[in-house]
């Protein structure tokens, strides 16, 4: 009895410590918000350049129009963005046969943009291919049959730290909600992961939606993209940002950024650049 007294008198205190505080936020200058993820894929590679908005403005946000974009590797090769619809989003399509981002090879993201110039680099890791993505019969907690989980196969590279980001496609669909972000370390979820192992269970079945099974008739595309070590503290702090709620919750910051103004005066700089290496399968 004291017990349950201890736990009512508790649940009494905490509801009535319950109150709705209305927050005024400062609205402070926006800033050039460059989004720059492009790959050895033969897709059209994209870079988005907007401006920040405040917290609670959930109108589309303005696109930075007018920037020269280039990405420069460090062979030589200059390869130029261009925004064609003044949206922001500034593009580049590769030749037949041939890709941005070489294994090995550092790139340099350059934008000049309203009298300021803004720099970034990135070099390409190593990805392995994906073995085979497997399914196997799942069922519910009274044994039935419930749909098929699916399980992907890769080695990491041996000798190395390996960082990665995992994409899962549900019939062409992106898992792409707050929590979906995944990412691993030599095949493994947390650092340092397992060097020149097979990729471990959590890992391999992490294409699994919340653990929900695909059905017959379900496709799945997984793409295994390489990341350096910085991107994915970057991706970590993105993702812990996403997670950052309830009674512990921390204020809200910015994540770091790697895109640096080098000259001029303009708007300060948020976002990342990275280039990887990409490996898929569909099934």
């Excluded at 929590?179 to 030599?186: E, I, K, T």
């Excluded at 990341?227 to 009674?247: A, H, K, M, P």
Aim: contains cysteine; charged residues 20%; negative net charge.
């Amino acid at each position: 009895m004291r017990n349950l007294l201890i736990i009512l008198g508790s649940t009494i205190l905490l509801s009535s410590c319950e109150k709705v505080i209305d927050v005024e936020l400062k609205n402070e200058d926006p800033m050039l918000v460059v989004d720059a993820f492009i790959n050895n894929d033969t897709t059209v590679q994209t870079i988005s350049l907007q401006y920040s908005q405040p917290y609670f403005d959930e109108n589309p946000s303005t696109p930075a129009i007018g920037a020269l974009v280039k990405v420069i590797s460090a062979e030589g090769d200059t390869f130029n963005f261009v925004d064609n619809n003044n949206k922001g989003l500034y593009q580049f399509t590769a030749s037949p046969g041939d890709t941005i981002c070489k294994v090995g090879v550092n790139y340099r993201l350059w934008i000049n943009y309203s009298g300021s110039i803004y720099e970034a680099s990135s070099t390409v890791g190593v990805v392995p291919p994906i073995d085979s993505i497997k399914f196997s019969e799942n069922t519910d907690i009274q044994g039935n049959p419930n749909g098929y989980l699916a399980e992907l196969f890769a080695n990491d590279p041996a000798n190395d730290f390996n960082f990665y980001r995992i994409k899962t496609y549900k019939n062409n669909v992106l898992y792409n909600d707050a929590n979906d972000l995944n990412l691993s370390v030599n095949g493994g979820i947390n650092y340092p992961g397992y060097d020149g192992a097979l990729f471990i269970l959590p890992t391999r079945f992490s294409i699994n939606k919340n653990g929900e099974p695909y059905e017959i008739g379900d496709s799945v595309k997984v793409e295994l993209l390489s990341i350096n070590r910085d991107t994915w503290e970057y991706f970590s702090e993105v993702r812990n940002q996403i997670n950052n709620e309830g009674l512990f919750a921390i204020p809200t910051t910015n994540v770091r950024t790697n895109i640096i103004r080098t000259s001029g005066t303009g708007v300060n700089a948020q976002g990342w650049f990275c280039t990887s290496a990409l490996n898929g399968r569909m099934r």
